[in-house]
C-alpha cells in the first residue's frame, strides 16, 4: 500500500477544508454562495463523477463482474451500518440529534473525499469501484435514509420517485449503459466529464470548511457528544466493518476497500439535509466538520487495520 500518497491526500484534503474556513471568515464565501456550491456539485459535479469513474475502465467481463460484487458489498455493508447505528444511536437523548448521529454513522463521503483516497491506493481501479459503490449508496440515502429521517415527521415522505430518479440513480444508470457499450464515446465526451468531475473534491471540502467557519468552535471542539458520534463514525464502525468482513472469508481488496470506505469522514449531504428538513443542521454540519477534520489521523490506522486484519 502506498502510505506515502495517501498521507499526501489526506494532507491536501485538510488544507482545502482550512482554505474553505479562511474564505469564510475573509467573506469571500456567503450562506448563498455555499448554497448555490453545493446545488452546482450535487446536480452537475456529483453525476459526472460517477459517469466519469465508471468509464475510467474498459469495459471486460472480469471487470463488469469486479463491479458487481462491489456494489453486492455496498448494499450488504450499508444494510449492516444501518443496523449498527440504529443501535449505537441510542444514547442521544434529543431525538432530532439521533437523527443526525444515526444518518451521519451510516453514510460516509465515499465520493468527495473517498475517490481522490481510493484513487491514491489503488489509482484508475480504484475510482472505478468507488463508482460502483456509489450507486449503493445513492439506494440507501433515498430508502433508508429518508426513513430514519422521516420518524416523527410527517411532512417527509418516502416516494418511489425518490428512490429511482434522483442525481444519484440516474447518472449510475447512464454510466453503466455507457460502460458496457461496444465502442468508446468521444475523447472530448471523456474530458468533459473528467472536468466536471474534478470540481467535487475541492469545492466540497471548500463548503465543509465554510460550515466550520459559521459556528462555535467550543461547540465543536468541547461538546462530548460530537466525540462519541465521531468514535463511532472513523473508529467504531470501520472497526466492525473490517472484522465482519473478514469473518465472512473475503478477498483481502475487499476486506480493505470496505474498511476504507467505512472509515470515511460522515457525508456532506447530512448537512444538507439537515438544512432541507430543519432537522438541527448546526448539529448536522459539526458532525460533518469534525469527522471531516479528525479523518486525517484515523483514515490511515482505518487502513492499515484493514491490512492487518486481511492478512490473519
Known amino acids: 500500500m502506498n502510505y506515502i500518497s495517501l498521507l499526501n491526500t489526506v494532507v491536501t484534503l485538510f488544507l482545502l477544508l482550512a482554505a474553505g474556513f479562511f ?6 464565501i456567503d450562506d448563498g454562495f455555499s448554497k448555490k456550491l453545493s446545488t452546482l456539485i450535487v446536480q452537475l459535479g456529483q453525476p459526472m463523477l460517477i459517469i466519469s469513474s465508471l468509464l475510467s475502465l474498459e469495459y471486460t467481463a472480469q471487470n463488469l463482474k469486479k463491479g458487481l460484487i462491489i ?8 444494510a449492516f451500518m444501518g443496523v449498527a447505528a440504529y443501535l449505537t444511536s441510542r444514547p442521544f437523548r434529543d431525538a432530532d440529534e439521533r437523527k443526525i448521529a444515526e444518518f451521519a454513522t451510516v453514510f460516509t463521503n465515499c465520493g468527495f473525499i473517498g475517490f481522490p483516497i481510493l484513487e491514491s491506493l489503488y489509482g484508475k481501479d480504484g475510482l472505478f469501484c468507488g463508482a460502483f459503490y456509489l450507486i449503493g449508496f445513492h439506494l440507501f440515502i433515498w430508502t433508508w435514509g429518508m426513513f430514519i429521517l422521516s420518524r ?3 411532512d417527509i415522505k418516502l416516494t418511489p420517485k425518490k ?3 434522483n442525481f444519484g440513480t440516474v447518472p ?3 454510466g453503466l449503459v455507457l460502460f458496457v457499450l461496444p465502442f468508446r464515446l468521444p475523447d472530448f465526451a471523456g474530458r468533459f466529464a473528467s472536468y466536471l468531475a474534478a470540481l467535487c473534491t475541492p469545492v466540497s471540502m471548500l463548503i465543509t470548511g465554510a460550515l466550520l467557519a459559521t459556528g ?12 462519541y458520534a465521531a468514535f463511532l463514525k472513523l473508529i467504531f464502525m470501520p472497526a466492525l466493518v473490517c472484522f465482519a468482513l473478514k469473518a465472512l472469508g473475503l478477498d483481502s481488496f475487499y476486506v480493505v476497500f470496505g474498511t476504507v470506505m467505512a472509515a470515511m469522514p460522515s457525508a456532506s449531504i447530512v448537512t444538507m439535509f439537515g438544512e432541507m428538513y430543519n432537522i438541527n443542521p448546526g448539529y448536522a454540519s ?6 471531516s477534520i479528525l479523518c486525517t489521523f484515523t483514515l490511515p490506522l482505518a487502513v492499515m487495520l484493514g491490512e492487518f486484519a486481511a492478512k490473519l
Open 23 to 28: 474564505c469564510r471568515k475573509k467573506g469571500l
Open 71 to 78: 456494489l453486492s458489498l455496498s448494499i450488504g455493508l450499508h
Open 152 to 154: 416523527g415527521r410527517d
Open 163 to 165: 428512490i429511482f430518479f
Open 172 to 174: 449510475s444508470v447512464i
Open 216 to 227: 462555535s468552535l467550543k461547540k465543536l471542539f468541547l461538546n462530548k457528544g460530537n466525540y
Open 286 to 291: 459539526r458532525l460533518v466538520g469534525l469527522t
